[in-house]
């Protein structure tokens, strides 16, 4: 699936981890092809304030590479890597702030979550962990029963969890028991990142389908089959009740999020498969594909508000973030893009 999603060459993992940014200016990056998480000064001009490892520790540290955007709370950043581990780093300045991370039994290729005071983790070992936050001590342990890939959701005392055997699971966040009389179920992977809007629950996979489950029962709503995977996060405009969902067919479907009926006279097309997910900046819809063509939507009908996508001639796989009316986009390799979503105009920040 990896490979599917053109991240990995010659069996090297390259990662996908987008943006984040903290409260203090801070804004952290991971390097695709280096396997490494950086800081940056947003105000200081990008400059890196520390990079983590830094090839001084004993023994050293080989994190392979990053799949999920780190995760800020309080003064810490937590995050898992393709070396099978989850870290918690000082936002300050990248020291470890557990004794050691935490190992799990396989890669870390979901985004991790975090609540007040535990932080959890899926693993391709089939495994959610739930950690305590300063610690890094597991409080319990639930088996999916196949690899994780989608980030879980916590929302309130609940814990969301797709895995890669199709089904999708309700967790009690504290205790890590089932809350749900049987987990929703698809017989296909579900690999996006699940995303809820008041009481839906959307999620999407390999089985060509994005499925709107109903979070209090985990029976299935509606659901909207097109030709190929749903792998990036949906978007949902609470504003609108509109649920944008990119495919790997190079569209980004517009839905109803009451039933699943199409919003656009069209879906939007772009040159590439969509595996990022959009985000709405102000009044427009940014798109970004494969080959890193990012196009600006009006979120109504999905027509085009540029003239021609913002060509950044690289690879991007990895989730958008806005800051300060910027959309920040991470490429291949850690390049660090700044676009404008009112004049589609790009800016590489980082050299």
């Known amino acids: 699936m990896l490979a599917a999603a053109g991240c990995v060459t010659e069996d090297k993992p390259k990662g996908w981890a987008g943006p984040v940014t903290s409260a203090d200016g801070t804004i952290l990056v991971a390097s695709t092809d280096k396997g490494k998480l950086s800081a940056l000064s947003i105000a200081d001009d990008f400059k890196a304030e520390w990079t ?146 008041g009481s839906t629950l959307l999620i999407g996979g390999i089985d060509r389908t994005l499925h709107a489950v109903n979070a209090e029962t985990g029976k299935e709503i509606w659901s ?34 009451e039933d699943g009926s199409a919003v656009w006279d069209a879906p939007f097309e772009a040159k590439e498969p969509l595996r990022s997910a959009p985000v709405l900046a102000g009044d427009t819809l940014v798109v970004v594909d494969r080959r890193g063509n990012v196009y600006g939507l009006k979120p109504e009908d999905g027509k085009l508000k540029w003239s021609a996508a913002a060509a950044l001639e690289k690879t991007v796989l990895a989730d958008p973030a806005v800051l300060d009316g910027q959309v920040v986009i991470s490429a291949e390799g850690g390049d660090l893009f700044t676009v404008d979503p009112v004049a589609g105009s790009s800016e590489k920040v980082t050299k």
């Open 52 to 197: 983590f490892p830094t090839g001084d520790e004993e023994p050293k540290i080989d994190l392979e590479a990053i799949y999920g955007t780190p995760v800020l709370q309080g003064d810490n950043v937590y995050f898992g890597a393709y070396d099978s581990k989850v870290y918690a780093l000082s936002l300050k300045d990248g020291s470890p702030v557990w004794d050691q991370p935490f190992d799990t039994g396989g890669p870390v290729v979901a985004r991790l979550t975090a609540g007040d005071t535990t932080v959890y983790a899926a693993s391709e070992d089939g495994n959610v962990y739930a950690l305590d936050l300063r610690t890094g001590k597991p409080g319990w342990t639930f088996g999916a029963g196949a690899a994780v890939w989608a980030a879980p959701l916590l929302e309130g005392d609940v814990l969301y969890v797709a895995s890669v055997n199709g089904k999708l699971f309700a967790l009690n966040a504290a205790t890590g028991e089932t809350k749900w009389d049987q987990p929703f179920s698809t017989g296909h992977g579900l690999i996006s990142d699940p995303r809820l809007s």
């Open 224 to 257: 909207f089959k097109t030709d190929n995977w749903f792998w990036g996060r949906p978007l949902v405009d609470e504003t609108s009740g509109t649920v944008y969902a990119p495919n790997l067919d190079g569209r980004v479907y517009a839905l109803s999020l």
